[in-house]
Nanobody, 124 residues
């Protein structure tokens, strides 16, 4: 299984970015695809996740109403639309996939495979 994250960059506060995570190598459907982020000096944290069984979505409180996760099943790609970006959103963003039922979408240990990360910098 390979996950390729892209779409990061430098954006001004209030701006938008869309991250993409292209997945390949699956022999069966995944259960969840999630986005996590890690800011300098901080632990990696869950940002959002989407379940393949019912497309239920989950968000961290800090991004609710600003970020939207979605997926294109045909392309095996998950997106994270990030609007109204704030300086505190600056981090390396990682996508990850779980091949089993997920009970805690925000927990790193639930996810089996990780992408390489893409840098998001929000600064004027």
């Amino acid at each position: 299984v390979q996950l390729q994250a892209s779409g990061g960059g430098l954006v001004q506060p209030g701006g938008s970015l869309r991250l993409s995570c292209a997945a390949s190598g699956f022999t069966s459907d995944y259960y969840a695809m999630g986005w996590f982020r890690q800011a300098p000096g901080k632990e990696r944290e869950g940002v959002s996740s989407i379940m393949s069984s019912d497309d239920n979505t989950y968000y961290a409180d800090s991004v609710k109403g600003r970020f939207t996760i979605s997926r294109d099943r045909a392309k095996n790609t998950v997106y994270l639309q990030m609007d109204s970006l704030k300086p505190e959103d600056t981090a390396v963003y990682y996508c990850a996939t779980a091949l089993h039922l997920v009970y805690a979408w925000y927990a790193l240990y639930e996810y089996d495979y990780w992408g390489q990360g893409t840098q998001v910098t929000v600064s004027s």
